[in-house]
């Protein structure tokens, strides 16, 4: 693990031009792609905390803005999935053409609303993508799109968030891939309580480390 954060650079994403915060560390095992939940944006504290975290160990790691400002205007585009799942496809197709993370493997990382685009994304692209992780997430609004995730899915959930651990836990059973409900005890939707997000890095950065070390091969 590295002992500093590393100083992201500025990127834009598709033809929207989206802005991106880029952390690359030397020799990066994989790149992690954020989708924030509603309300959110590349400067999410919660998220920044985990892309710092991970980029310690050894991943390069991608938050960007799903919305352009006009489009946050509109409300009901903070909760169109298929759209927010489309952005999240751009952010996968442009890393392919980035020179400096083109080649390395890629995982999800979805939070809140953005676990269901995170999915949506990964049913779209089982061949490049590696490995998701949930914090807090509605992969429930995914609907359809969850039966065609062939890439590993970690859904991470509060303790004490009622309501949100059961549509897990459900929409886990309709995941045609490899996954695992994890349970964060006492902590809550935000997880805020003192220690749960460094339990959430703790079980995303193993995750990926495990998952994203090999290509994914596509299925029909």
């Keep these: 693990m590295t002992t500093q954060p590393l ?19 030397p020799d990066a095992a994989g790149l992690i792609i954020f989708a924030h939940g509603s309300g ?13 975290e991970l ?6 790691t991608l938050l960007f803005d799903l919305l352009t400002d006009e489009e946050s205007a509109d409300r009901r585009n ?14 996968i197709d442009w890393a392919a053409g980035y020179g400096a993370v083109a080649s390395l493997p890629i995982g999800l990382f979805g939070a809140s609303t953005g676990a269901g685009a ?7 692209r089982s061949a490049v993508v590696g490995a998701v992780v949930s914090r807090g997430g509605r992969p429930d609004l995914a609907g359809a799109s969850l039966q065609a995730v ?14 949100v651990i059961e549509l897990n836990e459900q929409a886990a059973e309709h995941l045609g891939c490899e996954r695992s409900v ?14 749960a997000l460094e339990s ?16 994914p091969t596509a299925r029909a």
Excluded: Q
Aim: glycine fraction near 8%; charge should be positive; aromatic fraction near 8%.
């Design 200 to 215: 959430v890095v703790d079980l995303a950065s193993e995750w990926f480390l495990r998952h994203l070390r090999r290509r």
């Design 150 to 163: 062939r890439a590993p899915t970690l859904l991470i959930v509060g303790g004490e968030d009622y309501g």
């Design 118 to 124: 995170a999915l949506v994304a990964a049913a779209r």
């Design 40 to 52: 959110s944006s590349r400067f999410s504290r919660r998220n920044t905390f985990v892309a710092d």
């Design 7 to 25: 100083a992201p650079r500025e990127v834009h994403i598709g033809s929207r031009r989206l802005e991106g915060l880029l952390r690359l560390p």
């Design 182 to 195: 994890a349970i964060v005890p006492g902590a809550t939707h935000l997880f805020e309580e003192p220690g």
């Design 55 to 60: 980029s310690r160990y050894g991943f390069a």
């Design 78 to 91: 903070v909760f169109d999935i298929a759209l927010l799942g489309e952005r999240v496809l751009e952010a």
